[in-house]
């Protein structure tokens, strides 16, 4: 069974610092696709970024990026001078491509940007 | 740029009660999602739709779930006799036929209460 984990249920940041957020998964698949969503208050799920397994190089987004480790099963995303609209839950996920790509969320972490 | 929409955002109805949720996916997409939220949970998958037909759906879509694409616009899910469990946020999500995007993009989603 395909899963998605995130061991940090809360982390906080102070403005304009750098946090990480961790995500491991499992699966059995060689090239597959892996995403961070962020939810704020409003509850909608947005893109933050989106990394190719077959691709080596991290994949970046202005002040998002992520240290894709492949071996390891490991999908870290980076965000770089936080802000205070980026207080929300982030959401790992990883699509079964032999299952329609229905996604597998992982728990979630809430990350607070404080002032 | 082209987003997902859903109608009602908020949607309370009584217990045994029919509730039919929609969803206009962006307009050149071919794949359609369900996902549900409920209250401080994680994001889980419904069922998938393609080419006019169910591709995957999960244990949580039984008998009482249904999705129909009734035009070249809408997407609906109907729940046919709501139980208190149903109360929570569903997400509409549409990818393009883009192999190499394989990005589902999510609506603001609807809030469903059931009393």
């Known amino acids: 069974a395909q899963t998605v984990t995130q061991s940090q249920p809360e982390m906080s940041v102070q403005e304009a610092e750098t946090v990480t957020l961790s995500c491991t998964y499992d699966t059995s698949e060689n090239n597959y696709y892996l995403f961070w969503y962020k939810q704020p208050p409003s509850r909608q799920m947005i893109l933050v970024i989106r990394q190719e397994a077959y691709k080596q190089q991290n994949a970046t987004e202005n002040r998002f990026s992520v240290n894709f480790q492949k071996a390891a099963k490991s999908f870290s995303l980076k965000i770089s001078d936080s802000q205070l609209g980026d207080t929300a839950m982030y959401f790992c996920?990883?699509?079964?491509?032999?299952?329609?790509?229905?996604?597998?969320f992982g728990g979630g972490t809430r990350l607070m940007v404080k002032p | 740029e082209p987003e997902v929409t859903q109608t009602p955002s908020h949607q309370v109805t009584q217990m045994g009660q029919e509730v039919i949720l929609r969803c206009v996916p962006i307009s050149n997409h071919l794949y359609f999602y369900w996902y549900r939220q409920i209250l401080g949970q994680k994001v889980e998958f419904l069922v998938s739709f393609y080419n006019n037909e169910i591709s995957e759906k999960s244990e949580i879509f039984d008998d009482q779930f249904s999705v129909e694409r009734p035009d070249g616009s809408n997407f609906t899910l109907k729940i046919r006799s709501t139980k208190l469990e149903d109360s929570a946020m569903y997400f509409c999500a549409s990818r393009s036929r883009d192999s190499s995007r394989n990005t589902q993009y999510f609506g603001p989603g609807t809030r469903l209460t059931v009393l």
């Open positions: 996920a990883f699509p079964r491509i032999n299952a329609g790509n229905m996604l597998t």
